[in-house]
């Protein structure tokens, strides 16, 4: 088992920067892959972002692309969504997830957060 517990999110305004953070505890972090998804109110649950288990493989959705840089600390356990020129449509939660290899599909996650909540305003 892995349990991941996010912080970070917050309001902030557009064109702003906010950094989420997830922790791992449980089995050995390095083993997996990180991912990061969002769900807006009444949408689907989307793919944002994914990094391999060596940082060496990094993934984003076109909306993220220039904005959004995922990484991570195997020492601390860690997973990082740093968010830059935030816009409104990306008010959403936000969870990490972790399984055995990096995807954007999130059936292929195994273990997920609680998630942290977003808000953008204009």
């Known amino acids: 088992q892995v349990q991941l517990v996010e912080s970070g999110g917050g309001l902030v305004q557009a064109g702003g920067s906010l950094r989420l953070s997830c922790a791992a505890s449980g089995r050995t972090f390095g083993d997996y892959a990180m991912g990061w998804f969002r769900q807006a109110p009444g949408k689907e649950r989307e793919f944002v972002a994914a990094?391999?288990?060596?940082?060496?493989?990094?993934y984003y959705a076109e909306f993220g692309k220039g904005r959004f840089t995922i990484s991570r600390d195997n020492a601390k356990s860690t997973v990082y969504l740093q968010m830059n020129r935030l816009k409104p449509e990306d008010t959403a939660v936000y969870y990490c997830?972790?399984?055995?290899?990096?995807?954007?599909?999130?059936?292929?996650?195994?273990?997920w957060g609680q998630g942290t909540q977003v808000t953008v305003s204009s």
């Open positions: 990094i391999s288990r060596n940082s060496i493989n990094r």
């Open positions: 997830a972790a399984g055995p290899q990096q995807s954007t599909v999130r059936r292929d996650y195994a273990y």
